[in-house]
Each structure stands twice: as C-alpha cells, then as structure tokens.
C-alpha cells in the first residue's frame, strides 16, 4: 500500500481523486472485447461517458438510493432470503451475459456483514470467471456521512459528490479487505490502495 | 406486447396535408423529414406508433414508437412505456422500456428512466435518474438486429401512424409550434 501515489482531496471543492486501481481495471477494457459493467451507484454522466469509450455494456442500479427499502438482515427466519429477494427485484437481467466489472463506490459501507454477503451471492452468479470488483471503503476514518456520497469518474480519476442537506454523520464500520473477501464468495482481495481523501480502495478478483 | 395489428388496425395519420406531399417522394435521409409531430399532454395513446418525422411526446404513451430515422423528443411531461426505436432519442421526462437509436441517446437531468438503451452513442446528465442498462457496443446484437434491413423494414409513406387498439384520440398531432419545441 502507498499514499504517495494519491493526492489529497480539497475539501473546498470537488478535486478529483487519483484511484490507481480503479484506472487499472477499467484498464483491462482497452482489448476489443465486449464488457459488461455492473455499476451499484447512481448513474453519473462520467461514468457514462468513460465506459462509452469502449465496448460495453453498462448495468446501473441505484443501490444506495433504494436502502431504506432493505429488508432486515437480522430478521432470524426471512432475514437473508428476504434481502436476496429485495436484490432480486432490484438488479437488472443479465441478458445471457455475465459481468466483468463490478462498481460498487462506497455502497458497502453502508450495507451490514449480512446484506454483503446476500449481495456477494448475488454477484458471484453474474460475475465472469476474471471478473473485479472495485470498492470504496471508509477504513481510516471512525464516521461518515448518513447519507452516501455518489461517485463519479473524471477521466480515470474519482470525484465524490456529497448528499445535499444532510450533514449527519454516522459510525463507519471500516471493513478490511479480509473481511469484506470472506463476505464476498469467489472474489479474492487483488490489491488495496489508501486515496487521497482517506478512503481505502479495494479491488477484488474472482 | 402492444403489436396488436392483426386484431384492429386504425391509422391515424399526422400532417395529413404533408402526408400527401412526401408520399411519393424519394426516401428522406435520417432526420431531414419535413416535420415534427406532437403528443400534447392530454394525450393518452396505447399501441404502435410509425412514421417518418420527428416527434415530441408530452402526453401519455403505451406500447410500440418505431420512427427509425427520425428523432423522438420525451417532453418533461411526457409518460412513456413503450418501446422506442428511432435514429435519435431525447429524454426529459418519465420513461419505462427499451431505447433503441442507430445514432444516439441523451438523457438530460430531469428525466427519470427505467429499462435499457442501446445506442452507438449515449449521454446522461449528472441529476438524472436512471436504472438499467446502456448498450454502447456498435457491434451489439441490439443494435444489429433493430437497424438491419432497415430501409426494406420501414414504411413508404410519411406521416406519424398509429395502429392502436384504443388510442384515446390525436395520435401524431401535428402543430407548427411542435418543431419548436425538439432543440437538437
């Protein structure tokens, strides 16, 4: 792990953030094949525009916005099917393809060790054999936002765009990437990277 | 699921007066045609809607809009489920089904999409609310299979038509305040 390769964030303004390892999965895009990207945040005009460069198909589901709707992972009986059947409705068809990518920005910080494991069932049947799976994770810092910041490509760099309104603050549970692995069925931790803003960014590999 | 021509087949045509002017002219290149068509907010319609203009929908749609080299407009108050296959698409109001364009696709910041757009080209403003998935892949099969054959698939005469079971009435209304309206 290195910090030197990342650059601190302004917190005046949205600077984008350099992401090493999310430049080097979308990377693995420059051959001529035919990827499917599997983006669980908000759809963002950068995001488009980046994997528009590239034969793709892109797949967005808003997860963060739909948290609320979660059904309760602790529920003893319904708990995980319920939170898999939740998924179910919520992920788009796969259309006979399977996965190559999948974005997962900060979302798992806001999902319990239960609702990753539910949806790391999930992505483990979508996902192609090399597939990845980046994500953000809030490792150093003891809280964060209530409310998910979204994320957005710059070129091959990040910019985080904070919730409107809402300055709450709540406890972040600082997954590691061991952890978040055993979480995540047939994804392997590939390598972990501390960003300029203090996140962590985790890429994954099946 | 709308494609109910073998049932009942009405043809409202819009821009009668102009239908009868390009019906026997050459093919016209993708988006030249001589107008634009416009679904008013009043408007319900349900079925499927062909032709060769433009179109801006600001009312009600349900089913099948096939206008394959033109553009087709969902006005900020347009409510669309259907299908949409045309050479471009511009959204700035509710959408729900597939976005087919051999050409290009914009969703602008006030739209909110459910469903799936293939196009060789697809821009999305930051504010927009979008769930599914965008093909951008020019070799898709989407894309392939929509726009093959296309000069044989589309029809020969002009105007908007509607083959509806029960459109509500003013498909393809036509209104020369209407072209105003597409910015492009």
Known sequence: MSSNAARPLDESGPEPIRAPLFAMAVEAFEDDRRHVVLDLGRARAGTVDLFGRYRCRLDVVDLPSHLSAMPDIDDEDQGPQAVERWLDGLLPPTRGETVDLVLCWNLLNYLPPGAIEALGRRLAERASPQARLHALIEYQATRMPAVPASFAPAGLELLADPAEGDTAAIPAPRYSPKELEKRLPGFSSEKTMLLGNGMQEYLYRR | MFNKRDQHESEATAGASRSSETASAPRPAPRSSSGTAMIGPSINVDGKLRGEEDLVIEGKVKGTVELKNNSVTIGSQGDV????????????????????????????????????????????????QFNGSIDMDAKGETLSKAFSGQKSASGSSAGAKTESPHSDTGAGKTGSEAGKQVSH
């Open chain 2, 81 to 128: 489920a259907a299908d949409i296959y045309a050479h471009s698409i511009f959204v700035d109001g509710t959408m729900d089904g597939n976005l087919v364009a051999s050409e290009q696709v914009v969703i602008r910041k006030s739209a909110r999409v459910k469903g799936s757009i293939a196009a060789p080209r697809v821009s999305l403003e930051d504010g927009a």
